[in-house]
């Protein structure tokens, strides 16, 4: 018995005797970025097989000589176009939720299955854009060993793997000093003006994107500057670069690409954005599976494999470490 009613003597959660209505917000927070720039933004296409091949050729070396008046003919010596492939790859989340739950009232969510559905959405786009800028293996990389694989994998193996960035033979380089430093992006910038691409974006994992900018915008240099000092706003960053041969890059960050103090790992990538291609052999789509108990069950997939038009139209900078 007591005088004076209280919070104290009547509880709050968690305790288990507490009378009062917890407080719970009707929201749920997920703060892992689902951005995928490189899929998002990448011209899709539709492929007809899980093999999918394109062409590309080349014109013949210059030549400053001329020719002959009235000289026979002879025929000249010129370049056969050669044929790429790539393999698709199955991305897929399942999910499983009893429908007792979806019953229920969650915080925040509506109905869980539905809300797990929208989660593996996002995560296979995820693991696509991580599988584009992954590491070459000769175990992930079709065509790595110069064959096609047995008819169960693209690779020989269980699961079909597609070709990565790295695994088209693109231009690369590697940095000599484990750092990004301005002087590697102009070389390996110049090596794709001379190769005839038009690369328009450079690609940059958070961490090689602070060494980039710790490498350009430097205290006491015109790159660091206070717009409007009134509102105390200090600019020190790029997301513009010219290099010395009139390519303009849109300087992009993409958490998905790897790093490392393992140099072989780490890496920055050049690239012209419409020479990247994502092919849907099978677009993005739910398949609900039978009932089998007090649940409901469904695979969120898509099958997809990456073009790069030519190979030479990309280039990436290897030896990058992040320490």
Known sequence: MTTVVSTYDL????????????DML????????????????????RVKDVVHSWVVDSLYATATGGTVEDGAFSASTVYTPSRLYNGTQIFSRHVHVSDRERDANPAGIRDFYEHMTMKAFKEIARNCEARIFAAPSSTAD????????????????????????RGFGICTASSASGAV???????????????????????????????????????GSGNVRNIAASDQRLVANIDVFETPFNQLYAVITDRFIPISTNSSTGAYFIGDRAMAKIGFYRPPQHKPMGKAGDY?????????????DHPSSWAAMTGVTNG
């Open 11 to 22: 509880g709050f959660w968690p305790l288990p005797a507490a009378v009062h209505h917890e």
């Open 26 to 45: 009707d929201v749920v927070t997920i703060l892992d970025s689902f951005q995928t720039p490189f899929f998002s933004s990448a011209p899709k296409i």
């Open 142 to 165: 079709i065509g790595v060993d110069g064959t096609m694989g047995s008819a169960t994998g693209i690779t020989g193996g269980t699961v079909p793997q597609m070709r990565a960035l």
């Open 181 to 219: 430093t301005t002087a590697d992006i102009c070389t390996l910038s110049e090596t794709l003006f001379n190769k005839g691409a038009e690369p328009d974006s450079i690609w940059f994992a958070p961490a090689t994107k602070r060494q980039f900018v710790n490498a350009t915008v430097t205290s």
């Open 296 to 308: 409901t069950r469904g695979i969120c997939l898509m099958e997809v494999t990456l073009q790069i």
